[in-house]
């Protein structure tokens, strides 16, 4: 069975500082995508990032970064100098790759983040 | 282009009335989506489209809720006898068609907030 955990529901911190969204996942697909999207109060899904299993490289861009480790089978995603327009609730996905194609992404709970001035 | 669109942004009924909501997804997208997200949960998958067809739909919750797309691109989410526990944003989103394992990103819209009284 495929699940998304994300234990943080709520986070709040002040302006300047550095916060890091944990997420976990499970699935029985060797070959699976990992999704970080992010829902501001006006409530549009915006995607940040899609991450292949296949590839445990890190990734920075911007102020923004994520951790994948298929050992601990954890996406992490990590908000650098946080700003007050970070504010929202992050979702993290998991989209396993049958041989069907396609499948539809399974959420997590989500983490509201308040960045506070 | 266009994205993803969904009419109507919201919808306030009765419990036990009928509704339904649309969505019009990217031209050329014959892969359609539609998920649910209560309120301070992550989205949840409901029924997915390939072409005209109900690919999977395995998540719809019981016999009350139904979804078309009749000449394979338009999509309308049916609710029968709603109640208060139906309350919540439905979202709808597109991508192209896989084949295999390729992946084609979901583009979401900005969902119909439905409320049961």
């Known amino acids: 069975a495929q699940k998304v955990t994300q234990a943080q529901t709520e986070i709040s911190v002040v302006e300047k500082e550095d916060v890091t969204l944990d997420c976990v996942y499970e699935?029985?697909?060797?070959?699976?995508?990992l999704f970080w999207y992010k829902q501001p109060p006006s409530g549009e899904l915006v995607f940040l990032i899609r991450?292949?299993?296949?590839?445990?490289q890190n990734e920075i861009s911007g102020r923004y970064s994520w951790n994948f480790q298929k050992s601990t089978s954890s996406f992490n995603f990590t908000i650098t100098a946080s700003q007050v327009v970070d504010s929202a609730v992050y979702f993290c996905a998991l989209k396993e790759t049958h041989s069907s194609g396609n499948t539809p992404l399974v959420f997590g709970k989500g983490t509201r983040l308040s960045v506070i001035a | 282009g266009a994205g993803v669109s969904q009419t109507p942004s919201n919808k306030v009924t009765e419990k036990g009335k009928y509704v339904e909501l649309r969505c019009d997804p990217i031209s050329g997208h014959t892969a359609l989506y539609w998920y649910r997200q209560s309120l301070g949960q992550g989205p949840e998958f409901l029924i997915y489209f390939q072409g005209t067809g109900a690919a999977d739909d395995s998540g719809l919750p019981n016999d009350r809720f139904f979804a078309v797309r009749p000449e394979g691109s338009v999509s309308t989410l049916k609710i029968q006898r709603t109640e208060r526990g139906d309350s919540a944003v439905y979202l709808c989103a597109s991508s192209l068609k896989s084949s295999g394992s390729t992946y084609n990103e979901q583009f979401f819209g900005p969902g119909t907030r439905l409320t049961v009284l």
């Open positions: 699935t029985r697909d060797t070959t699976y995508y």
């Open positions: 991450r292949n299993s296949f590839d445990e």
